[in-house]
């Protein structure tokens, strides 16, 4: 029985489908962050463009598997890239959260973003990228709930769906 589960996550873990879950489900909170930014006008600070960026690296891992779920090595780079924008978003989410919770003058964010000098996302694209909000500030709630908290809960899911698909998305196709 653990065998025939395991070969029926493979196959789906192999599958152009789970990428695409993978890859929507990311589009859609890039879509929300959107939405909450011009059309519920709530600005977001540096934390938050941290956190969209590391929502595109699920983006682009999402589109690493549709493109070549079929090739080991493909979906190698897809879970390397899923891992590290899933739990570096985390750690942004928690930083943000501990911003919140306990405010504090010398524990702020900066105003710009710090991306490298060959990667100025914020003067490249800066209806995306460029933060215009507070880090300390709390615009949105939903069922007591802030922003913040919800992307500990977006990414943790990220990365709890990672490891249920490490080993099966490695493995040799069957």
Same mark, same amino acid.
């Not at 899911?157 to 040799?172: D, E, M």
């Given at each position: 029985?653990?065998?025939? $589960?395991? #070969?029926?996550?493979?196959? &789906?873990?192999?599958?152009?489908?789970?990428?695409?879950?993978?890859?929507? $489900?990311?589009?859609?909170?890039?879509?929300?962050?959107?939405?909450?930014? @011009? /059309?519920?006008?709530? !600005?977001?600070? *540096?934390?938050?463009?941290?956190?969209?960026?590391?929502?595109? =690296?699920?983006?682009?891992?999402?589109?690493?598997?549709?493109?070549?779920? +079929?090739? +080991?090595?493909?979906?190698?780079?897809? /879970?390397?890239?899923? $891992?590290?924008?899933?739990?570096?978003?985390?750690?942004?989410?928690?930083?943000? *959260? !501990?911003?919140?919770? #306990?405010?504090?003058?010398?524990?702020?964010?900066?105003?710009?973003?710090?991306?490298?000098?060959?990667?100025?996302? @914020?003067?490249?694209?800066?209806?995306?990228?460029?933060?215009?909000?507070?880090?300390? !500030?709390?615009?949105?709630?939903?069922?007591?709930?802030?922003?913040?908290?919800?992307?500990? *809960?977006? &990414? =943790?899911?990220?990365?709890?769906?990672?490891?249920?698909?490490?080993?099966?998305?490695?493995?040799?196709?069957?």
């Amino acid at each position: 029985m653990e065998t025939q $589960s395991l #070969n029926a996550l493979t196959r &789906f873990a192999h599958s152009k489908a789970a990428w695409l879950i993978l890859m929507l $489900s990311a589009v859609a909170l890039e879509l929300a962050a959107l939405f909450f930014q @011009h /059309v519920m006008k709530l !600005d977001p600070c *540096v934390m938050c463009i941290y956190q969209r960026v590391a929502v595109f =690296g699920l983006i682009f891992a999402g589109l690493i598997g549709v493109v070549g779920y +079929r090739y +080991r090595i493909a979906r190698a780079v897809g /879970v390397i890239i899923w $891992s590290v924008s899933a739990a570096w978003g985390l750690k942004l989410a928690l930083e943000l *959260v !501990d911003m919140q919770m #306990n405010p504090s003058p010398f524990a702020t964010c900066s105003y710009l973003p710090e991306f490298p000098t060959w990667l100025q996302l @914020h003067e490249w694209l800066p209806s995306l990228f460029m933060p215009t909000g507070m880090c300390s !500030d709390i615009p949105w709630e939903f069922m007591g709930v802030t922003m913040g908290q919800w992307m500990i *809960v977006a &990414f =943790g899911g990220y990365l709890l769906a990672l490891a249920i698909f490490f080993i099966p998305a490695l493995r040799k196709s069957a």
